[in-house]
Antibody
Framework: QITLKESGPTLVKPTQTLTLTCTFS??????????VGWIRQPPGKALEWLAL???????RYSPSLKSRLTITKDTSKNQVVLTMTNMDPVDTATYYC???????????WGQGTLVTVSS | SYVLTQPPSVSVAPGQTARITCGGN??????VHWYQQKPGQAPVLVVY???DRPSGIPERFSGSNSGNTATLTISRVEAGDEADYYC???????????FGTGTKVTVL
């Protein structure tokens, strides 16, 4: 079955760069049409899509955060990495990674990881 | 950028029908997907492509989409349906995902 799990720091300081890793199993990111995305959710607020990487290394970013985000994949390790620069307290959120099949929706999600931005 | 608007809350008695709307400009031309999120848990896909259900999702969950409004309908509501619900589309004009503002469903 498909599983995903996020990992990374739970606390970062303002202006630092956040690096999160999504480790997955049950599918290959070299399969045509498959993608892995990142979505975040500030405490008590709505979901916000951040970035997506496809099997062919095509990448998409949220327009509002594009300048701060980089998404990469390591197919051999079954991992996707998201970096976000210049972190701010408003970036405090639970960060999820999720599997996207060929039809533009997220059918499997990781459990999420809470990242707090504070000095 | 494309915006999806949902009512902040919907209240419904057990056994009744809950309808959650998702408004967007000409949303009927897009495929809409719906997620259920219970407190402390990751979202779960409950409807995709406007009206299809993943395996394991009860038939009580259904969807429709036309004009400027998509709707998630929960029939015969149960206490376990109490959760936040989010709609989502792929905005092909700008090549990115968009989530709705979210609706909290309360079972009275």
């Amino acid at each position: 079955q498909i599983t995903l799990k996020e990992s990374g720091p739970t606390l970062v300081k303002p202006t630092q760069t956040l690096t999160l890793t999504c480790t997955f199993s049950g599918f290959s990111l070299s399969t045509s049409g498959v993608g892995v995305g990142w979505i975040r959710q500030p405490p008590g607020k709505a979901l916000e899509w951040l970035a997506l990487i496809y099997w062919d290394d095509d990448k998409r970013y949220s327009p509002s955060l594009k300048s701060r985000l980089t998404i990469t994949k390591d197919t051999s390790k079954n991992q996707v990495v998201l970096t976000m620069t210049n972190m701010d307290p408003v970036d405090t959120a639970t960060y999820y990674c999720a599997h996207e099949g060929t039809r533009y929706y997220f059918d499997y999600w990781g459990q999420g990881t809470l990242v707090t931005v504070s000095s | 950028s494309y915006v999806l608007t949902q009512p902040p809350s919907v209240s419904v008695a057990p056994g009744q029908t809950a309808r959650i709307t998702c408004g967007g400009n000409n949303i009927g031309s897009k495929s809409v997907h719906w997620y259920q999120q219970k407190p402390g848990q990751a979202p779960v896909l409950v409807v995709y492509d406007d009206s299809d259900r993943p395996s394991g999702i009860p038939e009580r969950f259904s969807g429709s989409n036309s004009g400027n409004t998509a709707t998630l309908t929960i029939s015969r509501v149960e206490a376990g349906d109490e959760a936040d619900y989010y709609c989502q589309v792929w905005d092909s004009s700008s090549d990115h995902h968009v989530f709705g503002t979210g609706t909290k469903v309360t079972v009275l």
